[in-house]
Structure formats: C-alpha cells, structure tokens
C-alpha cells in the first residue's frame, strides 16, 4: 500500500530532522508537506539552526511533489505554528500523516497509518491513528485498540475530523465533556487542569485540546499495541536534559520501537478500557488536587480566592469539588481586575475589603508566594485569621 502524504513539522534542531527525515525518506511519500515556523530573533543562532532543518527536510531524491509553509516571522506560540501547519495541510490533502521532528517512526508506522486511513475513512467516530504506545509492546489478542490517548507524537487523520472541531484556543469549551473521560476517578482532575492552564495561555501545545474534541464529540484514536515512535525530543519544550531520568515524563522519551505485521483488527468499534486505563497510568502520575478542607466558619460564607496564579487555580478546582460556593477572585494586578478568569470575576482588594463587614464574606489566600505579605493586609483591616480568612 503506497505511503499517504506526510506533513513534517520541523523547526531548530536539525539532528532531529534528520533522523526522521531518514524515516520518511525510506517511506517514500509521492506528496510531502514541510512546514517551519520562523526563527525567533533574540535566540542566538536560531536562524542557522532553523535554515539547516528546512534543508535537510527539502532534501528529496527520490519522485515526489513537495510544498513548503515556511514563515520569515516567528509565530510566537509552537502550538499555534503546529495547529497553522496541521490546517495548511488539510486545506490541501483529505489524509495523511503528520510527523514533528523529534517524532522518530518505524517502518511499521508509515504502513500501520496507510491501512487505517483506508479502513477508517467513513467512520467520522474515528478521529485519527496515533503511533506512539508508551507501553511498550502492549500484550493482546488484537494488533490496535480504540483509545482516548494522552499524547499524539506521530498521528495520522482526516481533514473532516480536524477542520471542523479543532480550536487551539478551545473556543466554546465546555468542562461539562471532561465526564466523557474514562477513567474519570483518574483521569478527570488531570484533564480539567491541563485545559484550565490551555485555556489561560500557561501551557504551549496543540495536542490536548485536539484529544479534548475527540472526548467531546464521542470520538475515538486508533492506537497500536505496539509503539510505533520514539520521541527523541528531550531538551524540547515540554522535557529538559535536567530531567531525573526515573521521572515520569523522562520514561516517555526515546523508547524502544516494534515492528507490525499482518494486522488483526477488533471486532467493534469501542473504547477498549483496559488500555485506555494503563495509558492514564503511565502519564498522569495519580495528578490530584489537594485536599482542602475550610474552618467550619466558612460555611454559608461568599468566599474569595485572593490569587490568581497556579496554586490558585488548583485551589479554585478543589473548593468546588467540595461544593463550595466560590464568588471570585481577587488580585492587585490591575490587568485582571474587572474581567473573568476562568469563569470567575476579579476584583481589586479594595473592592472586596470595603465590603467585606456588610456582607457575608470569607477570603481564602490561594497564592504561596504572596501569602504572608496578603495576610498582613487582611489584619490591618481588622480581619481574623480563620474566622474571617484562611492561609492555605
């Protein structure tokens, strides 16, 4: 079966490129679409770094047609350059495969994705084929399962299970969907912090939210059992050098590869729970909020979070979890006052401290770098610590 067309993504590191370049090379594609983001001016060498990847990627010898979406400027975002290249490509082609430059594929891979693009092509349930298991060589009856991945490092789709659902800044998100996740004791708090921190611009990927549409419209991965890609990228973005090498996230790195043969396919088209479980396990790492628990001088108050930063939003999550009643926040930085943060008005403390003894009123510091300079404000206005607020 000839190769689909691939698009790879590459950017500053060209000994990834090659690497993969190498893979697609032996795959020979008719159609390969290149796609670079531009160097980022205050990165020194960046430029050459970025100018050698474009032309290693470009560097085809054998019959094939290929397009580039180069950019002069960077895009200031690697997740919004990677969701512009994903919508370039599909804007061109139905299908195909898309490959990032730390994402190293085995030979098994480019096949695996060519026989599920044709087999899946009408199912719209479907929404794309994933290559990377970091399970390893998963043991079952069959050759693939239907999953709710928790990484996309080396996928394969269609244009109308992309174009019409994908939003990177997940436009119309709804936390009502976070239930469709399984297994939600384990997985559902992960899911609702990782997009609160999308949602908030603290975190630069483009890969959750296409895995959150695919939840939310029902829809399921094709994943091998067996892991198709090695993700090389270990001073990228999201991983470092400095990582402890028994450290969850460094596990999922430069794993070993199988190879695929005569593919046994599942009788029905469902979430297979059991591997959809152990992928949770392997990248979670039991994520839980913190327990919190209010003085019970709390109770039927309107509490305040004074913070808005990361501790403040896992703070936000485990109150209401618990059924508190949460009427916003509170922050001195004068760029948030005013406006909703996730869902939540902040207030100026001038605001909430005028009106605090007319009504019934609780503050709870939610920031640990702040905490004790906020609680010495809190007792020049003559509140009590406990009784009138909390220091987590």
Request: net charge positive; aromatic share 14%; charged share 25%.
């Amino acid at each position: 079966m000839p190769c689909p067309p691939i698009l790879f993504i590459v950017f500053n590191r060209p000994k990834y490129t090659k690497r993969v370049f190498a893979a697609i090379r032996k795959a020979k594609p008719s159609k390969l679409y290149i796609a670079c983001d531009g160097a980022r001016r205050n990165i020194h060498g960046e430029l050459e770094q970025v100018n050698e990847s474009r032309k290693i990627a470009t560097n085809v010898d054998w019959n094939c047609t290929v397009k580039t979406f180069f950019r002069n400027e960077n895009s200031g975002s690697a997740g919004k350059g990677v969701e512009e290249a994903i919508n370039w490509f599909y804007k061109n082609e139905p299908e195909g495969i898309i490959l990032e430059h730390d994402c190293v594929p085995n030979s098994s891979f480019f096949q695996f994705c060519a026989e599920m693009l044709e087999k899946y092509r009408n199912n719209k349930n479907v929404f794309g084929i994933v290559g990377y298991n970091p399970l390893g060589n998963y043991k079952g009856s069959k050759d693939y399962y239907f999953t709710q991945p928790m990484m996309l490092w080396g996928i394969a789709g269609w244009a109308n299970r992309w174009l019409p659902f994908y939003s990177f800044s997940l436009k119309n998100y709804n936390r009502k969907y976070l239930k469709n996740f399984y297994p939600q004791n384990m997985v559902y708090d992960f899911w609702e912090h990782a997009l609160d921190l999308m949602i908030l611009g603290k975190i630069d990927t483009w890969d959750y939210q296409y895995i959150f549409q695919c939840v939310a419209n029902n829809g399921l991965f094709v994943q091998s059992n067996k892991n198709l890609i090695s993700n090389i990228g270990i001073d990228g973005i999201h991983f470092t050098p400095n990582m402890p090498k028994n450290s969850s996230g460094r596990k999922l790195l430069c794993t070993k590869t199988y190879e695929l043969h005569k593919l046994k396919h599942p009788q029905k088209i469902e979430l297979n729970k059991g591997i959809t479980k152990e992928l949770a396990k392997v990248r979670i790492d039991n994520f839980k909020y913190p327990n919190i628990v209010l003085p019970k001088t709390a109770k039927n108050k309107q509490i305040y979070l004074w913070g808005t930063g990361d501790f403040g939003i896992l703070t936000l999550r485990a109150l209401e979890h618990k059924n508190y009643k949460i009427l916003g926040f509170i922050d001195s930085n004068k760029l948030l006052q005013k406006k909703e943060f996730l869902d939540y008005m902040v207030f100026s403390p001038k605001t909430i401290l005028q009106k605090f003894h007319s009504n019934k009123i609780f503050i709870v510091i939610s920031t640990k770098k702040y905490a004790e300079e906020i609680k010495e404000i809190l007792i020049e206005n003559k509140l009590k610590e406990d009784l009138d607020f909390y220091l987590l």
